[in-house]
C-alpha cells in the first residue's frame, strides 16, 4: 500500500514537472526567447517523442531560429494527428509549388471536418492545386528584359506605351479601377464595380458625349472581380486580371478573344506560368510595334509594393521542358529567368533576342526591321502601322474563318446553313481583298523607306 503511495505521489510530481516544463517553453516562445523555448521542447521530446503537440511547438521554434529541421517535425505532428501541422504544410507546399503536395493535405483536413461549409471551401482549395498542377506543365519561357520595384499605388507610370498601343490610367471615380483607352479615343474599356464586384464595362465615343457604359460579357469569369484591362490593337484580344475561384490564387492574368459568331467574348483562359502565381498578378501589356510587355505582380513583396516585369513579347510560345520539379518550380516563380541581352542603342535592347521569325519588315534581302522605330521615313513608318492592323484584321478573320467552318457540319437546320455559308464567303472575299491591300502596302513602304535612305 505504502508503495503504491509513493508510486503515485511520484507520477504526480513527474506530471506537474512536465506540465511546468511546457509552461515554461511557452513563457520563452511567447516572449521571442526561441532557444529557451526550442531546448525545453528537445528534451521535452526525448520522453515523448509521439506527443504530437511538443512536435508542433519544436518546429514552430525551430522555423523561428531559420533551423531547417523545422519540416521534419512538422511532418511528425502531422502524422500523429495534429492540424495545425497540416494547415502549415499544405502552406508551405503550395509556396513552393509542390501543388500535388498541397492537394494531398487539402484533402486530409477535408476528411476531418464537420461541416458542410468548410467542406466546400476545401473542395476549391483542391481544385485550385490541380488547377495550378496543370498549369506547372505548361511553363512559358520568358526573355525578362527588366524589373522594377514600385509603389503599388504608382505602377502604371512604368509602363510606357507607345500611342499606338492606347493608353491606361486609373479612374478618376475609383482609383481601383484601371481604364483602358483606344488608340484613336473612341472606345474604352475599364473596371466598375457592380453590387459587390468590379465588372469590365466598354463604351464608345458617339457625336455627341460617350454611350452608356454596358458589361462586355457575362461569359468571361462568371462571379468574381475583374480588373486592368488591356485591349490588343486587333481589337478582338483582351487581357485583364480576375480573382476567379478557378485562378491559383488572388488575382492572375487572363485573354479573350471576341467572337464575331456569338457576338460575344469567348471563355477566358488562364495565361499561365510564370506569369501567374499564388500571389496578384495583373495588368498585362503588350507594344506589338516593339514587341514588348509588362505584368505586375505582388509576389514576396511588402503590401505596398509590386515588381513590373518588362518581356520580350512573341506570339509563338515555347516551354520548359525536361527539367525537374525544383528547377521548373523555379522558372515558374520567375525566381530563375532568361534575361534580355542588353545593346548599346536604347530603343534596340531586345533586338539580339527576336529570331528571324519575329522580324516585324523585311526591306530587301539584307536589311529588316526589328523595331518599329528602325523606319528613317515617318511616311513609311505611319504606312507600316496600316499594314499591321490590316495584317491584325486578316490573322482575325482566318482564325473566325476556321471556326465558322468547324461549326457548320454541326449546324442541323438549313436556313441556320444559309446564313453561316454567307457569313463565310463574306470572310473569304475579305481576306483576298486584305491579301491584295497587304502586298501593296509592303511594296509602298520598302520604296518609301529605300527612297527615304537617298535624301
Known sequence: MKRAVILSLILIFCSCFYAQKKSDAEFYYNNGEFEKSATIYKSLLKKKSKDALLNYCYAKCLMELNDSNYLFYFNKASEYGFQKADLFLVDYHFSKYNFSEAANFYSRLQS???????????????????????????????????SVRVKKDLFLENYNLPAEAGELKRRTLDSDAVQYVSERKDKTIYSERKGEKYEL????????????????????????????????????????????KEGIGGYDIYVTRFSSMTNDYLSAKNVGMPFNSPFN???????????????????????????????????????????????????????????????????????????????????????????????????????????????????????????????????????????????????????????????????????????????
Open 112 to 146: 476531418n471536418q464537420n461541416s458542410q461549409e468548410e467542406l466546400v471551401n476545401y473542395e476549391e482549395k483542391i481544385a485550385q492545386c490541380n488547377a495550378a498542377n496543370e498549369l506547372m506543365s505548361r511553363v512559358e519561357k520568358v526573355v525578362i528584359i527588366d
Open 281 to 455: 498578378d495583373y495588368m498585362m501589356a503588350i507594344d506589338e510595334y516593339n514587341k514588348i510587355g509588362w505584368f505586375a505582380t505582388d509576389r514576396y513583396q511588402s503590401s505596398d509594393s509590386v515588381v513590373i516585369y518588362k518581356f520580350v513579347f512573341s506570339e509563338e510560345k515555347s516551354f520548359w521542358k525536361n527539367l525537374d520539379s525544383e528547377e521548373l518550380a523555379l522558372y515558374a516563380q520567375l525566381r530563375k529567368y532568361n534575361r534580355a541581352k542588353k545593346t548599346s542603342q536604347n530603343q534596340s535592347e531586345v533586338k539580339k533576342q527576336q529570331s528571324s521569325k519575329e522580324t516585324l519588315f523585311y526591306i530587301n534581302d539584307v536589311i529588316s526591321y526589328t523595331l518599329i522605330d528602325d523606319f528613317e521615313s515617318e511616311v513609311a513608318r505611319e504606312k507600316y502601322k496600316v499594314f499591321q492592323q490590316k495584317k491584325q484584321e486578316k490573322l482575325s478573320l482566318e482564325t473566325s474563318l476556321d471556326q465558322m467552318r468547324d461549326s457548320y457540319n454541326f449546324i442541323t437546320k438549313e436556313e441556320d446553313k444559309l446564313l453561316l455559308e454567307r457569313a463565310i464567303l463574306k470572310n473569304e472575299r475579305r481576306i483576298i481583298q486584305l491579301q491584295k491591300e497587304l502586298k501593296q502596302l509592303e511594296l509602298e513602304i520598302r520604296n518609301i523607306e529605300i527612297s527615304a535612305w537617298k535624301k
Open 201 to 244: 464595362v466598354s463604351s464608345y465615343k458617339l457625336t455627341e458625349g460617350w454611350s452608356s457604359p454596358s458589361i462586355i460579357s457575362k461569359n468571361i469569369c462568371a462571379e468574381s472581380n475583374k480588373n486592368f484591362p488591356f485591349l490588343m490593337s486587333d481589337g478582338l484580344t483582351l487581357y485583364f486580371a480576375s480573382d476567379s
